[in-house]
């Protein structure tokens, strides 16, 4: 093989790579969970290029240069550069292992899907072999995953800027999925940077790589992660470890390190003073807080331990390509997580302990490889390859507290950085001597595979979104854009689950039944199996509306709402001695969650606001009635103690609400508008949306009429108290109300 050796003669399709490598970080940040429906006035190209929201599209965007350059590579080349045998035996394994575990899941669409991203990501680690050649190459394939970890840290930064002064302790999230998850990117381009300023020669060069270090640890910081802070500076030690005990580094390698440091340094004073003399709190209080660093402890303990016992009823093989959701579900204690936070955890339940063994097999003879040095070694080349050594170390840090290599542009970044480190070894790549035309076919078929279900994952969750987003108002075109999704992603649950929802709002129950069986052999999830029940129960079919709903509760057998929706089916199909046992069933799960750690500790659960009140009604005696009515009142204050300030805070609601306490009662709307510099008629479209503003379930709308409920069900429990003399029990009472009242979160 020609090595290419510098920019001019790298190729189109090393080029193509690169813009992919320069991708990763923007557009990898979103996970496919379930479908939304888009804002009305955010057009498509918005949501995907700026917001940044629409996981399937980005992930095709990072996706399809790297492939297509991959693929054109192995028509092309005559003879290609492949990892040295010991790391292709061991990529290879990995990659049968993981394409094994793909009919082995569950949840078959997930698994199709998720198997296309490790075939992108394995696509970007031989992609550095094919494309980049020894010197320049990888140089510029390092800039190009620096530079978009970079332009993210300014947008992470810039974020903050302007989201700090309304909402105090923001964390930053810059179009991923949650701070955490950015966190797991921003540490990967620290020890890159670092690397390349050893050998950069112009000074306007070393400008531009100090201040995107700079950029992205001040990002860092406002994400507010302490295992990202932790991992970043794992990554550091890494790269300063190596520089002190390894040779071949040139005279004042360290340079990089303090410039990104000041840099970042200055940069976070300065935003993080602005934020203070704004008047609200800076990350800094945050990382601080010793009751919700002990909360995230404890929550992500259980979890780990609910995800040990996964492993451990599976070891082998796993329980398949992406069922990690669906089976912490059903047999894990804890709720509201969709990850492991522990990526070998994670890795182990999908492809089995054996397929763990494999994965860090794979690392640990890579970093043999790439940790052998050469006597000749350019110093600058040293330095490239340890910061890629560190930034691989600080990934796997990372992944000890959080599932990053579920994000994919963590899995590609790290898998880019394996193939540079081989480039940069002294025996990484071997030459290797497949006939071109059986080379071709073997890329053309996974390109093309990997690249269809790319296209058909974002056709189809656009489909799904728009279809969701009319269902209420023009129900036919939702019909037939959830049928063309249907069409194009034919495995993917999500068009025949929305279409049996569609057809239960249209009182069709056979067909909604029909359709809800499709998706349930699609993804045998608790939501399929509620909604086949409720279709069941329409259609006079008892015994399978109750069987359906029990498998809706085999499925969540932690989570009280399909207990209480149980309750719902049995009280409308008349069953009312039934419908008591599954109300106090559904109380005691809902009341056992309290001792269970939650990945949102504000979150209160209100599930079974309608069995409680029915049962209360059913009170044959007043110390019953005084019972019940204590337990939904202490539900109901919990909520508005914990859950409805946090829902004020972070939908911006509490800023009208502390406009309101400032100018007190009975202020006209005029007044609050003109203190917010609004026009009326602009106000009232801004406390409507924030009020109707959807967050996990809830809304300021559905926490108001939670409150007035609060406070009916305390004054009837206040004056049975009182009626039977229990002075200080309705005090109490009291107290609570008051305290709600007076805090006024949703005035």
Not at 310 to 325: F, Q, T
Not at 340 to 356: C, D, F, K, R, S
Not at 650 to 671: F, N, P, W
């Amino acid at each position: 093989m020609s090595a290419q050796t510098t920019p001019k003669n790298l190729g189109g399709a090393a080029w193509l790579f690169v813009v992919g490598l320069f991708l990763i970080a923007l557009f990898g940040g979103q996970l496919r969970l379930s479908v939304t429906a888009p804002l009305e006035e955010q057009s498509l190209l918005y949501r995907a290029l700026i917001g940044r929201s629409e996981a399937a599209i980005g992930h095709l965007i990072i996706a399809l240069p790297i492939v297509l350059a991959v693929a054109i590579a192995a028509f092309k080349r005559g003879v290609l550069q492949i990892p040295s045998m010991g790391v292709w035996l061991m990529l290879s394994t990995l990659f049968f292992w993981i394409a094994i575990g793909v009919p082995a899941s569950p949840t078959r669409y997930a698994a199709i899907v998720d198997f296309a991203r490790w075939v992108a990501a394995f696509a970007a680690m031989m992609g550095c072999c094919f494309l980049l050649g020894r010197t320049k190459g990888p140089r510029i394939a390092a800039y190009a995953l620096f530079a978009g970890i970079a332009a993210l840290g300014v947008i992470g930064f810039a974020e903050f800027a302007y989201q700090s002064p309304v909402a105090g302790n923001w964390r930053v999230f810059a179009g991923w999925h949650n701070p955490n998850a950015l966190a797991g990117i921003l540490i990967v381009g620290l020890p890159i940077g670092m690397g390349l300023f050893v050998g950069a020669e112009e000074r306007l060069e070393k400008l531009l790589l100090g201040f995107g270090m700079g950029s992205i640890l001040c990002a860092l910081w406002f994400t507010g992660s302490k295992g990202g802070i932790i991992s970043a500076a794992v990554g550091i030690l890494a790269f300063v470890t190596l520089g002190l005990v390894k040779r071949g580094m040139p005279r004042g390698w360290w340079k990089g390190i303090v410039v990104g440091l000041i840099a970042g340094a200055g940069l976070i004073v300065l935003f993080g003073l602005g934020a203070w003399t704004a008047g609200t709190s800076s990350v800094a209080g945050r990382l601080g807080e010793g009751g919700a660093a002990e909360q995230s402890v404890g929550f992500r303990s259980q979890l780990w331990k609910d995800s040990a016992n996964v492993v451990a009823s599976k070891p082998i093989l796993g329980h398949g390509v992406g069922s990690y959701s669906l089976t912490i579900r059903k047999q894990g204690t804890t709720l509201g997580s969709e990850l492991a936070h522990q990526t070998y955890l994670q890795i182990a339940a999908e492809i089995g302990v054996v397929g763990l063994v494999i994965a860090v097999g794979l690392i640990v003879l890579w970093l043999v490889t790439v940790l052998r040095r050469h006597p000749s070694e350019p110093p600058e080349r040293a330095a490239l390859r340890y910061s890629i050594v560190a930034a691989v170390l600080a990934i796997g840090a990372n992944g000890l507290v959080e599932s990053n290599l579920s994000f994919f542009g963590i899995r590609m970044a790290l898998f880019a950085l394996l193939g540079i480190g081989l480039n940069l070894s002294v025996d990484g790549l071997v030459p290797e001597r497949v006939p071109t035309a059986l080379r071709a076919a073997v890329a053309s078929l996974l390109a093309i595979g990997a690249g269809y279900t790319f296209v058909a994952a974002a056709v189809a969750d656009n489909a799904v979104g728009r279809a969701v987003a009319v269902m209420n108002e023009r129900p036919g075109e939702a019909q037939r854009l959830l049928q063309f999704a249907n069409k194009v992603a034919p495995a993917d649950p999500q068009p025949t689950f929305q279409l049996a929802k569609l057809a239960s709002a249209m009182n069709d129950w056979p067909t909604a039944r029909t359709l809800a069986q499709t998706s349930a052999t699609r993804n045998p999830d608790a939501s399929t199996y509620s909604i086949l029940a409720g279709a069941e129960g329409k259609l006079g079919n008892t015994e399978a509306a109750i069987s359906a709903m029990d498998a809706a509760i085999a499925a969540e057998p932690n989570d009280p709402y399909w207990r209480a929706q149980k309750f719902e089916l049995l009280y409308d199909l008349a069953m009312y001695d039934e419908a008591e046992i599954a109300a106090r069933d559904a109380i005691e799960a809902e009341d056992r969650l309290k001792s269970v750690p939650n990945a949102l500790p504000w979150l209160v659960s209100t599930d079974t606001i309608n069995a409680r009140r029915w049962l209360i009604g059913r009170a044959t005696s007043t110390p019953e009635r005084a019972a019940l009515l204590q337990g939904l009142f202490e539900m109901l204050a919990a909520y508005a103690e914990r859950t409805a300030p946090e829902l004020a805070n972070v939908t911006g609601y509490a800023a009208i609400a502390e406009v309101k306490r400032e100018l007190g009662a009975g202020v006209s709307e005029q007044k609050i508008a003109d203190e917010l510099n609004l026009t009326v008629e602009e106000y009232r479209a801004y406390r409507q949306a924030l009020e109707q503003m959807p967050m996990v379930g809830e809304s300021i709308e559905l926490a108001r009429q939670k409150q007035e409920l609060l406070f009916d069900i305390g004054e009837e429990l206040e004056r049975i108290y009182r009626s039977e003399g229990k002075s200080e029990e309705a005090d109490a009472v009291r107290a609570r109300l008051d305290a709600v009242e007076e805090a006024g979160v949703l005035k």
